[in-house]
């Protein structure tokens, strides 16, 4: 399976943050990948599990983000995406979208897109 | 879960053995019987990569120098021999108690 992560590398101050990951090489609608997660790393930081959904639909996210974050799936396009609203300089870096199964919630990522929060 | 990686930084000479480790918080051990611990290599410039999952179990295509073991709360991914290509950050991360997934802060392995 293969994720592609597409959206604007620059979103102004206060706006919204939407990305879409693309899926190949594999069916969402299938459930041989249950876990469809978006994780993301801060400039010369670590990895930080944002949230995820199934692929039933069911969305779980990180309590940091919690109110301004919102996963969304679509099984018939092979695409799962995400907004992240009010953003902040702090929510600069690169997004990952990736999948997982059971034997590891996490397992194959996308390359990784890189956005800054900038005016 | 929190998730305490060490060392954070460790220069390894090329062809010499390497050794990670990792420890949660809590035991990561799942009623089925499986630690849901899994190690990811991130390459300079490059998206993570799965190396090892449950506890000790290697992706195919890992060279076999890789190897995962532990159980419970301790964990570690060894090197056998290190090649100038396993430079980069290494991180663990479980998925047994979740959410939230939890990642360790990861370990940058370098060439002496």
């Known amino acids: 399976v293969q994720l592609q992560e597409s959206g604007p590398g620059l979103v102004e101050p206060s706006q919204t943050l939407s990305l879409s990951c693309t899926v190949s090489g594999g069916s969402i609608r299938s459930g041989a990948y249950y876990f469809w997660s978006w994780i993301r790393q801060h400039p010369g930081e670590g990895l930080e599990w944002i949230g995820f959904i199934s692929y039933t639909g069911s969305a779980s996210y990180s309590s940091s983000l919690q109110g301004r974050l919102t996963i969304t799936i679509d099984p018939s396009n092979n695409q799962f995406s995400l907004r992240l609203r009010s953003v902040t300089a702090a929510d600069t870096g690169v997004y990952y979208c990736?999948?997982?199964?059971?034997?590891?919630?996490?397992?194959?990522w996308g390359q990784g897109i890189l956005v800054t929060v900038s005016s | 879960v929190v998730m305490t990686q060490s060392p954070l930084s460790l220069p390894v000479i090329l062809g010499q053995p390497a050794s990670i480790s990792c420890m949660s918080s809590q035991s990561v051990l799942w009623t089925d019987g499986n630690s849901y611990l899994t190690w990811f290599q991130q390459r300079p410039g490059q998206s993570p990569r799965r190396l090892i999952y449950e506890a000790s179990k290697r992706d195919s295509g890992v060279p076999d120098r890789f190897s995962g073991s532990g159980s419970g709360t301790d964990f570690t991914l060894k090197i056998s021999r290190v090649e100038a290509e396993d430079v980069g950050v290494y991180y663990c991360m479980q998925g047994t108690h979740w959410p939230p997934i939890t990642f360790g802060q990861g370990t940058r392995l370098e060439i002496k």
């Open positions: 990736a999948t997982g199964d059971d034997t590891s919630k996490v397992a194959y």
